[in-house]
C-alpha cells in the first residue's frame, strides 16, 4: 500500500510516452535558476518602495529646492518666479555673511563634536565592564538626548546667563570676571557647543557600547595572554573592532553639525538668535538659511544656502572617501 501511494504521490504508476532524454534534468536546472532568481529577486522587492517613498519626499523636494535656488523668489508670492539662472549662487559667494556662517559652523562642529566622541568613546569603555548599576547609567545617558532642544537650549542659556548665570558664578569664586557669553565670539560658541555636546554625548556612548559588546571576547584574552595592559587592550582591540561604527558616528555628528539650528536660534534670546549674534559671531549655515528665507523673505537665495549645505556634504563625504582609497592603497610598513 505505501508502496502505490508514493507511485501514486510521485507519478511513478503513470504510464505514458517516456520523457524525453534530459527532460528531467533540464527540469531541475530550470528549477533551481527560478529559485536563484527568486532569492535574489527578493531584496530588491523589499527595498522597492522604501525608494519610492524617497522618490516622493526627498528627491523631488530637492530638485525643486535647486529649481527655486535659480530664480528670484519671494515668500509671499510663492507662485512668481523671476529667472535668474547662477546669479544667486554668485551673489552666495560674494557674501561676506555667507563666508562667516560657513566658518561658524565649521568651528562649532570641530568644537562640538571632537570632545563629544572622545567623552562617548570613554564612557562607552568603562560602561562595558561589569559594574553595578549599569542599566541605571545606560538609561541616565539617554536622558540628554531624550530632552528636547528647546528645553535643553533655554536651560544652558539661563546658566550662561551674564549677570545671574551659574557658570559665571562659579568662575567667580576662582576671581574670574564675568564672560558675556552671548556678545562675545568664542564664548558664545563654546556654549553653544556645550549644548551639543550634552545632548549627544550619551547617544553616541551606546552606539560605540552595542558595537563593543560586538568584539569577540577570544580577542581580548589572547591580548591579555600576550601581556597587553587594558589602554593597549583598548587602543589595539576595541577600537580596530568598533571602526565602522566611529566613522558612522563621525558622518552623523557631521551632517548635524552642518544642520546646526535650534541652540544658536534659542541662545541669542530673541531677534539676535535668527542673525547669530549683533555681529553674526555664531550665525551658521542653518541661521543664515533661516534668515534668507522667513526674514528677508527672499525664497531663491535660501535655496542657494540650502544647496550649498547640500555640496559642502558632498564635498566632505566625496574628500573622505578619497583619503581612505589612499590609505588603504598605500604599502604597510611593518
Known sequence: MATSTTKALTGGGR?????????????????????????????????????????????????????????????????????????????????????????????????????????????????????????????????????????????????????FGMINWMLGLVGVDPVNWEADKWPAQLAISTIVIWRWTGYNALLYLAAMQAVPAERYEAAAIDGASRWKQFTHVTVPGIRSTIVFTIVLSTIGATQLFGEPLIFGQGPNGVTGGADNQY????????????????????????????LLLVLVFVTQRLITRLRSRSPRTS
Open 15 to 163: 504510464r505514458g510516452p517516456s520523457p524525453e532524454p534530459g527532460g528531467e534534468n533540464a527540469g531541475r536546472r530550470r528549477g533551481a535558476l527560478l529559485h536563484r532568481l527568486d532569492l535574489k529577486g527578493a531584496p530588491y522587492a523589499f527595498v522597492a518602495p522604501f525608494f519610492v517613498v524617497f522618490a516622493a519626499f526627498s528627491f523631488y523636494p530637492l530638485l525643486y529646492t535647486s529649481w527655486i535656488s535659480l530664480h528670484r523668489v519671494e515668500l509671499a508670492t510663492l507662485d512668481v518666479m523671476e529667472w535668474v539662472a547662477f546669479d544667486n549662487y554668485v551673489a552666495l559667494w560674494n557674501d561676506e555673511r555667507f563666508w562667516n556662517a560657513l566658518m561658524n559652523t565649521v568651528t562649532i562642529g570641530v568644537i562640538s563634536t571632537v570632545p563629544q566622541l572622545l567623552m562617548a568613546l570613554g564612557l562607552a569603555h568603562l560602561l562595558n565592564y561589569r559594574m553595578r548599576g549599569s542599566l541605571f547609567f545606560r538609561v541616565a545617558s539617554l536622558v540628554p538626548y531624550a530632552t528636547s532642544v528647546g528645553a535643553a537650549a533655554l536651560v544652558f542659556t539661563m546658566l550662561f546667563e551674564r549677570d
Open 283 to 310: 550665525q551658521t549655515l542653518g541661521l543664515l538659511l533661516y534668515e534668507e528665507g522667513w526674514k528677508n523673505y527672499q525664497m531663491g537665495r535660501s535655496a542657494t544656502v540650502a544647496w550649498a549645505m547640500f
